[in-house]
């Protein structure tokens, strides 16, 4: 099924108005959903939606909190996220990064005590929409076991990496974990394994499927004890920017809230030799799609490549939706 972009937008205004969003708050956060599930990121569009609207509901999200600047390092602040809704608080403070950014080529910000971003990649675009790198990531409730462990002391601490690039970044979103947990629910909703081993099942063996993985949150980490080390470093250092909770603080709580984010953009029109960049850039892509493929149906891409392809295809023919969570929508 698919509905188009406008209709999507509206019936997300609606719901949030209803929910104690209004204004153009609400219109950024429509956005925002709106735009992930048009780029093809359901799992954090659409399907996300009502789980933010539950949020609200639990008491996780204070819908009239907003994040607020708390200290200034010149390039770098410091801001409270005072629990407010995630993605305004992250589209907030990635905007305040690229301001500190146009002024002093580099721009830092730390945000504490906030919620689920939502899509990450929004924030990243947002960046590159400005003539900016950007760097950025969060940590999360312990949700991913540290290599050679049983138990979840880890977040899957999804990280951002966006270059600009004429009209279509070069942009990697991924979490630590081979696959993040939106991924793995989305997979179960459409009786799909893994393409790969994802992790562990309740008997300790290796598993691609989904809903034995979601059991046991035995999710196996990017690159293995790689992944395991880079989600603890990035957790350690958005908590000490922010002046913010760890995963392992934020494990302490009743629901994944006060987590702590990290935002970082460097302004390329500062740059003297911009042009040379986008020509480097231009000629690396290149060279990686002219990959000789292993299968000649699957040729190498950049990453950007998809979702340029499946934002046309969903303005041109609308997005696709889950039926019965567009009816869940439709019910809220």
Known sequence: MRVSYEE??????????KYGIEGKDAELSAKLFTDA??????????????????????????????????VSFGALERWDGQKGPGNLNA????????????????GVVGLSNTNHWMRPGNYGIQATDKDCIAILWTNTVPNMPAWGGKD???GNNPIVLAVPHKDNPVILDVAMSMFSYGKLEKLKMEGKDTPVDGGYNIRGEVTRKPEEILETHQVFPIGFWKGSGLSLLLDLIASSVAGGRTSRGVGE?????????????????????????????EKTLEDLRSSIPMDEAHPVHAPGDGMKKTRKESMEKGIFVDEEVWKKVLEL
């Open 91 to 106: 589209y907030m403070c990635m905007e305040r990064a690229i301001e500190l950014a146009k002024e002093n080529t580099v």
């Open 37 to 70: 599930s048009r780029d093809g990121v359901y799992t954090h569009g659409l399907n996300r939606f009502p789980k933010f609207i539950k949020s609200i509901e639990n008491g996780s999200v204070d819908v009239t909190k907003r994040a607020v600047k708390t």
């Open 152 to 154: 979840a002391k880890l």
């Open 8 to 17: 999507m937008y509206k019936e997300f205004i609606r719901v949030l108005n």
């Open 253 to 281: 709580l009743d629901t994944e809230t006060s987590l702590s984010q990290f935002f970082l953009a460097i302004d390329l029109s500062r740059f003297p030799d911009r042009e040379r960049i986008d020509e480097e850039i």
